[in-house]
């Protein structure tokens, strides 16, 4: 059994295609596997950054609506007794809660801004898809000088052509020994 493969040799030392077929099937079942935890985990604190936004524009709203009848009826007495025009005074005191209003939903729409896309996953992915066109020669195996060496799928931005290994909790860092 070869260490570093975990797929048995047959009989001239060479593994046959059926385990080579097998170990393929394992090695993108895990692969796979770890592309998607990694897109769970980056989704996850993509949907916590978006319900803190949420709550606040809910907070904002929801304070504004509970307290602006009993606040406009104190200001605008305040200004009437400072000894502006009733009919102003509830205008200024309007005037000022769009203010407020302003600044707290400029507040929740920067949260909002700071949403991305899953980059990390979508860069591994697309390390993986360059990989499978163009795979190398697995480590710890005899490479031999005549192969060209492989190229990055345009667009990838990796100089490499196969991608980084990366650790998932719970799980090794390279998968099948790859």
Same mark, same amino acid.
């Given at each position: ?13 060479? +593994?046959?295609l059926?385990?080579? %077929?097998a ?8 692969? %796979? ?6 897109a ?13 936004? /949420? &709550?606040?524009?809910?907070?904002a ?7 602006? /009848? ?11 007794? &400072? ?21 707290? &939903?400029?507040?929740?729409?920067? *949260? ?5 896309? +899953?980059?990390?996953? /979508? ?5 993986d /898809? ?21 190229? +990055?799928? &345009? ?7 196969? +991608?980084?290994? *990366? ?12």
């Amino acid at each position: 059994m070869s260490s570093t493969t975990g797929v048995k040799a047959g009989e001239g030392g060479e +593994p046959s295609l059926g385990e080579l %077929v097998a170990l393929a099937t394992r090695d993108v079942s895990l692969l %796979v596997r770890q592309e998607l935890d990694l897109a769970k985990a980056e989704l996850t604190r993509t949907a916590t950054a978006a319900a803190v936004g /949420i &709550a606040c524009l809910a907070v904002a709203g929801g304070l504004g609506l509970c307290a602006l /009848i009993a606040v406009t009826i104190f200001l605008g007495e305040l200004f009437t007794w &400072a000894g502006v025009e009733r009919f102003w005074s509830y205008l200024l005191t309007a005037g000022l809660y769009l203010a407020v209003a302003g600044v707290i &939903a400029l507040f929740g729409a920067t *949260r909002f801004r700071k949403l991305s896309p +899953p980059e990390r996953t /979508i860069q591994t992915v697309r390390d993986d /898809i360059a990989w499978l066109r163009r795979p190398t020669v697995a480590p710890g195996s005899v490479a031999t000088t005549s192969a060209p060496a492989p190229t +990055p799928v &345009a667009g990838s931005g990796s100089a490499a052509a196969h +991608p980084v290994p *990366r650790s998932v909790p719970g799980q090794s860092a390279v998968p099948g020994g790859r």
